[in-house]
């Protein structure tokens, strides 16, 4: 199973890609779009045709995108529902079925703590997936996400086999640990 | 010169097509596009699809949306912003240039005061454009945000060509009336 994992956001949307084999993660790809300085309807054009691109080249089946903080500033907000919601157009044009994680869902499958830093999920997720660096903020938030849905999986997993018995990855408390 | 209109909301999408011919404005179609009960990727999904399917039908030379207001709700402020961005998705896909419009210019455009009613703004688009009846809210602000358009290109053209001879619609103070 390949999972595309999206962390939205109007200026930088992050993606992560990886695969579920058996109870393997393996890395395959992620990066980030920069929507540019064009005016918003053109930034939501770069954020749909990226995210569709990323779909149209590793064919993953099934996706999964952060849930966006609300900002304090209402017009941010707006912006970044906006940004947030081209994202998931691009994902459902393939058909893709989205699954939403919060930020702090992300990190507690993540590192195993709601709190923890964005370094923190930066160096869990390089571990999990055996990277030979760190990836970037938003790389990273993605992959985190995907990482959090394969574990939803793995969790809905356990209730039906009684124990994942990862290979690779081992499950402490409820979320995988390297 | 086609113009569709789209009033955006998560609930309840509106949009108005109409032509401008010379410097006439004639009512082609106008409706709304329900989201429905989904998840929201889902109802992202009819919205997308929704206002795609409008602009394959009337193939539209441009497009407007409306600026919507930021809520006091937070998390309502988010999901609107999605939608809005997933009705843009659909403009943009059909590459449709797409102006923005606050409500303010909208009710300025189309009754002449940015605190107009939507009880006026329904009057007066339905006087505009020679409708047998008042239509919908949502329509309603739909062919008002084409209007609006319609007018600030008029405006333009009242820069370029001195007067622009409005037949049928008469301009007042900046603004155009029936």
Redesign the interface.
Known sequence: MIILGIDPGLRTTGFGVIQKVGNKLRYIASGTIKSGEGD???R??VI?DGVAQVAATYKPDCAAIEK?F??VN??S??????????A??????HEL??A?YSPTQLKQAVVGTGRATKAQVQDMVARLLALPGLPGSDAADALGIAICHAHSQATLSVVTNVHPALSGLRMKRGRLVG
């Open positions: 918003l309807p053109e939501l054009k749909l966006v609300v900002n209402p017009q907000t707006l912006l970044l529902g906006q940004a947030r919601g081209a998931i157009c691009a994902l459902v044009t079925k989205v939403e």
